[in-house]
């Protein structure tokens, strides 16, 4: 019985030569990702700036949001936004946090409640206070950032410090990148958006150690190969495996976002960009090229044949360089 092959063992496509278009396109993105943080900024769920969350369903048909908004604006209880998900008679309520405490946003919550009577079924209703909410925030930017110094820790004890200096470059752009895609499309940025960032890093550092790892074996191995040509072959060889690998977490990632509903779609939207899109990009057309910046290898041979004791791996065809 034939194994299946979605990628031939005896790849040898020359990655390196894209660096010249990669590193400028990452920095051209990483900028515009910055600036759209800065000016658009993030849509900051109940979790992090407080208020109340009700979902809720029509039991007549489908949700007439019109009618909804212009009960609830009668209520005078701010801006409230209303969004349609799933069927058409879901409905997403968020009255934002009302000025005199928790008591005020449950009086607020029991005035909706009266509104909207029998006609609707309450599916969740979430309530968070400003002390909560804030807390939350500061609670998972001090995580998010414990999490980047303790990736940087243990890659500097695994490899050398130009590889805990290149993996962590490739993590923090996929983070700036996946930040600046929550800005553009204004998904809601809560809890489950800082599990979907560290999963991100845990994801890409993931596939990023398993090149270094190759590269590093191969730097042992063959002393006088060519850095561009060592750095082609460990991505080739990884290759099949890194495909494989993304093709299943995006099948999952894709279900969770067409069938996974509201409560994780912030999580889902992320993960499936920054994980899959920016997290394959990356580790492939950035972590491993950086190296040559970095000074990895410097002082070998521009040759292609190893030491005595070693035969050559098949290369990549030569690119420009």
Do not use: C
Not at 212 to 219: F, G, N, Q, S, W
Request: glycine share 8%; charged share 15%.
């Amino acid at each position: 019985m034939r194994l299946l092959r979605i990628v031939p063992d005896d790849t040898k496509f020359d990655f390196m030569r894209f660096r010249r278009i990669s590193f400028p396109l990452s920095a051209v993105l990483s900028v515009l990702a910055i600036v759209g943080y800065f000016t658009l900024g993030l849509n900051f769920g109940i979790d992090f700036i407080g208020g109340t969350l009700l979902e809720v369903q029509t039991k007549s048909g489908p949700a007439d949001l019109g009618k909804i908004r212009t009960t609830l604006n009668a209520l005078h209880l701010g801006d409230v936004q209303l969004q349609q998900f799933g069927g058409p008679s879901d409905v997403l309520i968020r009255i934002p946090q009302q000025a005199g405490g928790d008591e005020v946003q449950q009086q607020a919550l029991a005035k909706v409640r009266n509104a909207l009577g029998s006609d609707v079924e309450y599916r969740r209703v979430e309530v968070v206070g400003p002390r909560i909410s804030n807390e939350l925030l500061s609670y998972g930017t001090l995580g998010l950032m414990l999490a980047i110094l303790g990736i940087l820790i243990y890659l500097w004890f695994r490899f050398e410090w130009q590889f805990a200096l290149g993996a962590m470059i490739a993590n923090v752009h996929d983070l700036v990148l996946t930040i600046g895609f929550m800005s553009l499309t204004q998904i809601d940025f809560d809890l489950s958006s800082v599990a979907a960032l560290l999963t991100i890093l845990g994801y890409s550092l993931n596939d990023t150690v398993v090149i270094y790892d190759r590269i590093r074996e191969m730097l042992r191995r063959y002393k006088r190969l060519s850095m561009f040509d060592l750095l082609n072959i460990s991505v080739n060889a990884t290759l099949s495996r890194s495909i494989i690998t993304h093709v299943t977490v995006t099948l999952a990632l894709l279900s969770l976002l067409i069938f996974g509903g509201p409560s994780i779609h912030s999580f889902s939207a992320a993960m499936t960009f920054g994980a899959v899109l920016v997290g394959s990009y990356t580790s492939i057309f950035i972590a491993a090229p950086i190296l040559i910046y970095l000074g990895v290898g410097e002082g070998r041979e521009a040759a292609t044949e190893t030491e005595p004791a070693e035969e050559a791996p098949a290369k990549p065809s030569p690119a420009r360089r």
